[in-house]
């Protein structure tokens, strides 16, 4: 496991600035920029002692490999990994679960904002196998703009085996495919759940979408075949939050 790795952009180093301080070993600032929407940053980042250096954008360029840093980067250590143990933890303190199993998703961009969405619907968690997808990286925490740290990832093993797991704890999994037995607006949402969905393009796994109790479609009334991944995801989840709420 690496010791540190590098964070960046405004609202995802703020996040771990007011849920995780002691993670946070240094915070790079561009020089010049200390305007309004930095100075939470570093008053915060003051109050646990944090070294501050200024540099130029080219040195937080290179630190970020991005230019999306927004004049500020993070050094870091590392998030707890959250396994199958963990994910066993919370469906045994939760009582009505609210789950998202993302199936081979290798876009740090897409897990970015399915990570974003889940916060915003209130999902208690999200499952990633541990291979052949992308984990939390510098990426994916600024595209979810401090949703990497409210909403836990759990990457497991062997994902079908988990999910046989789940059913045996009493959660409902609800797979989405072209060919499914009805569409999301017909299915029932409003139990113990998880919804699972596939990775760009290639859609669910043989294996898990046999696992699924149902598969659902989104109905598509244009000439596009597909949608991407993160925006299905959110039409998913506010589908649940619309049924629950009524």
Same mark, same amino acid.
């Given at each position: 496991m690496k010791k540190q790795e590098l964070?960046?952009?405004? *609202?995802?180093?703020? %996040?771990?600035?007011?849920?995780?301080?002691?993670?946070?070993?240094?915070l790079f600032l561009m020089q010049g920029r200390l305007d309004e929407r930095v100075a939470p940053l570093v008053?915060? #980042? $003051?109050?646990?002692?944090?070294?501050?250096?200024?540099?130029?954008?080219?040195?937080?360029?290179?630190k970020a490999g991005s230019t999306q840093h927004q004049g500020v980067v993070a050094r870091v250590k590392p998030a707890k990994a959250l396994n199958e143990h963990d994910l066993d933890d919370l469906l045994s303190a939760t009582e009505m679960p609210f789950l998202l199993i993302l199936d081979g998703v290798t876009d740090p961009h897409n897990l970015g904002a399915c990570?974003? &969405?889940?916060?915003?619907?209130?999902? *208690?968690?999200?499952?990633?196998?541990k291979d052949n997808a992308v984990s939390?990286? $510098?990426?994916? %925490?600024?595209? $979810?703009?401090?949703? #990497?740290?409210?909403?836990?990832?759990?990457?497991?093993?062997?994902?079908a085996r988990t999910m046989r797991h789940m059913q045996d704890k009493g959660v409902w999994i609800i797979g989405t495919a072209g060919e499914a037995d009805c569409n999301l607006y017909q299915a029932d949402l409003k139990g113990p759940l998880a919804i699972a969905m596939g990775a760009e393009g290639k859609g669910l796994r043989r294996l898990t979408r046999e696992c699924c109790d149902t598969l659902v479609s989104i109905p598509m009334a244009g000439s596009v075949s597909s949608? &991407?991944?993160?925006? #299905?995801?959110?039409?998913?989840?506010?589908?649940?939050?619309?049924?629950?709420?009524?």
């Open positions: 964070i960046f952009g405004i *609202h995802a180093v703020e %996040s771990v600035l007011q849920r995780s301080p002691e993670r946070v070993l240094e008053r915060l #980042a $003051a109050e646990y002692g944090i070294s501050m250096p200024q540099t130029s954008r080219k040195v937080l360029d290179e990570l974003r &969405n889940a916060d915003a619907a209130g999902v *208690h968690g999200i499952i990633v196998p939390l990286t $510098a990426t994916v %925490s600024k595209v $979810a703009c401090g949703a #990497a740290e409210t909403v836990p990832l759990f990457q497991v093993t062997n994902l949608l &991407n991944v993160s925006v #299905a995801t959110g039409i998913c989840l506010f589908e649940v939050v619309r049924q629950r709420l009524a």
